[in-house]
């Protein structure tokens, strides 16, 4: 059983399309991260949420406590925005991470 | 200001041997703590220290193990390697606890166990 699932695993757009990747969790929470990792390792904290949205660039990071679920949307998608986005939440001293979904931006 | 350390970024063991990796936090951050990412299992929390304290651990055997000095630095080690154990290594560092404000990843260390 995961405590963090995300959905979809992959996905592939065409650049300039608007992009929502998904995660849904089971556990309580004291915050949810969205994460990015590119290629070679590198992971990036992209939003830490507990409550509403939060919007950086093209980047919008929503979170629904009472149904236990976020979204995190990509507005004018662009190639560099091709990585692995990863949602983690923070329970306690605890961290649970899920699978990771692979986006690719096609020029 | 500077990011997160680890050392070494690469490394290549044989089965049975052990290692340690170090991980130099932002100054300032007194809570580190350590991820193994796997293809398989993906990312998975090993523990986490906080002023030189363990505070909380992962479902990993005691052949993981960490500590913590006095300056937040953080070591981990790894007994008895098995290939299993293959798999990137990211250390996190914030000022309070994971996924804290200022939460930042390092770049990882790669350990090939043959």
């Known amino acids: 059983k995961n405590e963090v699932e995300q959905s979809p695993q992959n996905l592939t757009a065409q650049e300039g399309e608007f992009i929502t990747i998904n995660c849904s969790y089971s556990?309580?929470?004291?915050?949810l991260h969205w994460l990015q990792q590119h290629p070679g390792g590198g992971i990036v904290s992209l939003f830490m949420l507990s409550s509403g949205k939060k919007k950086h660039g093209r980047l919008i990071a929503t979170i629904n406590i009472q149904e236990k679920h976020s979204s995190l949307h990509i507005t004018a998608s662009h190639p560099r925005d091709s990585a692995v986005y990863i949602c983690a939440v923070s329970s306690g001293n605890q961290f649970y991470f899920g699978t990771g979904t692979s986006l690719t931006v096609i020029p | 200001k500077a990011g997160v350390t680890q050392t070494p970024r690469y490394l290549i063991k044989t089965r049975g041997q052990q290692v340690t990796l170090s991980c130099s936090p932002i100054s300032g951050h007194r809570s580190v703590s350590w991820y193994q990412q796997t293809p398989g299992q993906g990312l998975q929390f090993l523990f986490e220290?906080?002023?030189?304290?363990?505070?909380n651990k992962g479902n990993f055997p005691g052949r993981f193990s960490g500590r913590q000095f006095s300056n937040s630095r953080s070591e981990m080690n790894v007994s008895t390697l098995e290939l299993g154990d293959s798999a990137l290594y990211l250390c996190a560092s914030s000022p309070d606890g994971p996924g804290g404000y200022g939460y930042t990843f390092g770049s990882g260390t790669r350990l090939t166990v043959v």
């Open positions: 556990v309580g929470i004291s915050a």
């Open positions: 220290y906080f002023s030189e304290t363990q505070r």
